[in-house]
C-alpha cells in the first residue's frame, strides 16, 4: 500500500503552472493521491502581517486561489487531496474563499481548516505562529475533506498529516512518523529536490534544469519512501540532489519537531533507479514538550543608496562621496549606517559596466524621516559636487519598512490545536503524551584519515558540494562528498577553525560542526551571521543562500587522488 505525494509549491511566488503540472502528470498509473503545496516561510509571515494590517480578511497566500480556479476541478476529476499551509495568518478566510470558489465551479468540494497556531502576539509582534504537526491535518482527512487549508504548521506536516491519516500510524510509532518527516523535508522546498540550486549542475546535460519537474515521494507503510518525480518532467533525482535538500535548513543529528524528533544520522539513500532515490533506515524519537513559536515584527525603517564609481581611484572616489555623506548626516544621523565597497571593477576594461565597483550604503532608524529625505537629499545633493562620474544605480526612496524574526517555545499543551471539519465540527487536537527533551548525539566515530601524499591547491567545490539557508539570524552550510574516500577527507580536513579561515567573515561568530557519516556530510551552523533576520537585510546575501557556494569556491589543500 503505497501514499503518492507530490508537491507543487517551495515558497509564495514559486511557479504557478506547477500545481496543473502535478495534478495531471504521471498518468494513470502514476497519478498522485495527494498534493502538497508550501507556501510560507519567515519572511512570508511578515508579509501576509502587513498585508492584514491593510484588510484584515487577508492574510493568506491569493496565489494558491487562483491556482484552484483550475486546480480544484482537476483535482476533483481524478480524486486528489489537496493539502497546503497557503492559510498563512488566515486559514478560515481562505476556506471560506474557496468554498465560495467551488460553488461557483459546481464543485461538490469538500474543505476543512487547522487553526490555533496564531498565539496572542507578544513583545509588540506583528504575528506569533506555533509550528504545529501533522495531527490537525488528519483528522481533517479522515473527516472527508478534499482540500485541507493550514496556518504555520512545519513544513513536514504536510506530509506527515495526510500519512497518519492513510497509514492510520499512532502517535508513538515514532520510526514511520520520523521516515515521512524526512520525506516531508525532502518535498518541501519544490524544485530544490529535483536539480534546482544543485552544486553539481555542470556534471549533467544543461537541459535537464531548464525547467525542472517537481519531487514527489512514494511513502510506505512502514515509512520507507522512494522519491522521484512525474515522467517526462525536467530536473533530476539522484542521492547528491536528495542529500543536499536534506542538508538545507537543518543542524544536527536530531531534527525536532511537533510529531517526531527524526534522526538524520540514521538516514539511508540508496540510487534505486532513474530519478528514484529510495530512503530507509530513519529512526525517530519522542518529540520535544514544546513547540517552536515564530514571531514577526517591525524593526523600523531602511533605505539604501548604491554609487557607482567608475575606473580609476575607485578607493579615493568611494573616500570621498563617503565622507560628504557622512557630513551631511552628521546633524541627523539614522541609528545605523553601514557602508561597503563592492569591487565589481576590472582593470584596462573594454565596458563601462565591468570598469565599475559599487558602493552600498544601508541605514536603519526606528523613524521613517530618519531614512527619509536627510538620506536622499544627502546623496542626490552630491551629483555636481563629488567624484568624477557621479552616478546611483536608482534614484533612493523615501525608505521602507523592514522586519524582524524571532523564534521562542512554549509548551505544546498551551496551543490550542484544532482540526475545524467539513461541517464545521470542531475536534480538538491532543498533545502528545510522550515526550523528550532535545539534547546532543555523542559525536560519532570518523572513519580512518587518507594516509599522507600529494595535494593539489584547488577550489574545495571541486569535490565538495553544499547547499545554504537561513533560520532566523542563523545560517546553516550543509555540505557532502560522494565517495567513501572523499569522506575520509573531508571528515578531518574540514573542521570549524578551517571554515573560519576560508569564511572570514564568519570567523568571529558561534560555528557549531555537525557530522552526518550516513549522508557523508557535515553541516555547519553560523550563529547571528544574518542579524535579525532575513527580514532585516542585514546582510548582501540576507537568506544565506549562496553561502555555501562562497564556501565551494575557496582554494583548499585536497589529495590530487581525489581530483
Known sequence: MVLRIGNASGFYGDRFDAVR?????????GAIDVLTGDYLAELTM??????????????????????????????????????????????AGLADALRVLAAKLGLPTRVAHVEGDRLPAVDGALAANAYLGGAGIAACLAAGADVVVTGRVTDAALVTGPAQWHFGWGPEEY??????????????????????????????????????????????????????????????????????QLLYETAGA??????????????????????????????????????????????????????????????????????QVEDALAGGRPREVRWELV??????????????????????????????????????????????????????????????????????ADVPHTAVLPDGTRVSVPVPQGT???????????????????TRRVPLGRIVGARSGDK??????????RTEEEWRWLAHALTVERVRELLPEAADLAITRHVLPRLRALNFTFAGILGEGVASQARFDPQAKALGEWLRSRTTDIPEGLL
Not at 514527489?216 to 507503510?221: C, G, K
Request: overall charge negative; some cysteine; hydrophobic content about 40%.
Open 21 to 29: 503540472e502535478m495534478l495531471t502528470g504521471g498518468g494513470p498509473e
Open 46 to 91: 511578515l508579509i501576509l502581517g502587513r498585508d492584514q494590517l491593510k484588510d484584515p480578511a487577508s492574510g493568506y497566500a491569493k496565489t494558491f486561489l487562483r491556482q484552484m480556479e483550475e486546480g480544484l476541478g482537476l483535482a476533483h476529476d481524478r480524486g486528489i487531496r489537496i493539502v497546503t499551509n497557503a492559510g498563512g495568518l488566515n486559514p
Open 175 to 244: 520510526d514511520r512518523l520520523a521516515g515521512a518527516v524526512v520525506a516531508g523535508h525532502v518535498l518541501e522546498c519544490g524544485t530544490q529536490a529535483t536539480g534546482g540550486n544543485y552544486a553539481f549542475f555542470r556534471e549533467h546535460d544543461p537541459a535537464l534544469f531548464r525547467r525542472p519537474g517537481f519531487p514527489l515521494a512514494e511513502l510506505h507503510e512502514d515509512g520507507s519512501a522512494v522519491i522521484t518525480k512525474h515522467p517526462g518532467s525536467g530536473g533530476l533525482v539522484d542521492v547528491g540532489t536528495v542529500t543536499a
Open 254 to 323: 536530531r531534527y525536532a519537531g511537533p510529531d517526531v524528533t527524526a534522526r538524520l544520522d540514521s538516514i539511508r539513500l540508496t540510487q534505486e533507479g532513474p530519478d528514484r532515490v529510495r530512503i530507509d533506515g530513519v529512526r525517530g524519537e519522542a518529540p520535544p514538550p514544546t513547540l517552536k513559536v515564530g514571531l514577526s515584527r517591525l524593526g523600523g525603517f531602511r533605505n539604501e543608496v548604491v554609487f557607482v564609481l567608475t575606473g580609476l581611484d575607485i578607493e579615493e572616489k568611494a573616500a570621498l562621496v563617503r565622507g
Open 343 to 412: 569591487r565589481t571593477d576590472r582593470a584596462d576594461a573594454d565596458t563601462e559596466e565591468t570598469a565599475s565597483a559599487l558602493l552600498r550604503l544601508v541605514v536603519r532608524d526606528p523613524a521613517p524621516e530618519a531614512v527619509g529625505r536627510a538620506l536622499t537629499g544627502a546623496a542626490i545633493e552630491l551629483a555636481l559636487a563629488s567624484y568624477p562620474g557621479f552616478h546611483v544605480t536608482a534614484p533612493p526612496g523615501k525608505g521602507a519598512p523592514y522586519g524582524v524574526f524571532e523564534s521562542v517555545h512554549v509548551p505544546a
Open 436 to 454: 523528550r527533551d532535545l539534547e546532543p548525539v555523542p559525536e560519532p566515530v570518523l572513519p580512518e584519515p587518507l594516509p599522507p601524499g600529494p
Open 472 to 481: 532566523g539570524g542563523d545560517a546553516n552550510v550543509g555540505v557532502w562528498v
